[in-house]
């Protein structure tokens, strides 16, 4: 079965920082999701990447996909304190078309 | 707000017992799915919903069960509640029942089993 695997597990930046946060796939991603959770809240959806080299930014976010469809990258410029929370890749799973499958999260705090 | 619903925010109960933790969908969207989120599992799909039939399924265990009603709202039940049940249950919705589609999750409803 398609497995995520996201690293680090977790990250302690400094205010103003540049971090990234890795999600590497056994198989080829076709759909790969970018989620953010505040602790114990609901997840808020961030981007959607899709094709292989395709990159998108919001705000100071930005995700890549690389060129082979196996790795996605979340890149955060300058963090503030407002970017903390666990960063979770979601994929659709190829085992099933219409099953999301999870990396185990990203837990990110910005110190002031 | 992604616009999607759920209630109870929270819910403690024993175990033995049956709950029902709801989810209304954002306006449109066609698809219900189910997630269950633990510290030791992460976080886990169980089922989807498209426009009142089952669609998809994961993990999930003989003694839950969803349905999606005709106003598109779903339900899932829980019962004979164990220990190990206690977790934070996700509701997401999406327009369509394809994979591409994008999924927009709910606050969720955090069971507690005592």
Known sequence: SQELEQSPQSLIVQEGKNLT???TSSKTLYGLY???QKYGEGLIF???LQKGGEEKSHEKIT???????QQSSLHITASQPSHAGIYLCGADSMDSSYKLIFGSGTRLLVRP | DSGVTQTPKHLITATGQRVTLRCSPRSGDLSVYWYQQSLD???QFLIQYYNGEERAKGNILERFSAQQFPDLHSELNLSSLELGDSALYF???SEGGV???TQYFGPGTRLTVL
Do not use: R, V
Request: charged share 30%.
């Open chain 2, 99 to 101: 994979s591409t589609d």
């Open chain 2, 91 to 93: 509701c997401a919705s």
């Open chain 1, 46 to 48: 961030l981007m959607m």
């Open chain 2, 41 to 43: 599992q992460g976080l």
């Open chain 1, 63 to 69: 995700a890549k996909l690389d060129e082979k469809k």
């Open chain 1, 21 to 23: 946060i890795n999600c």
């Open chain 1, 34 to 36: 970018w989620y953010k």
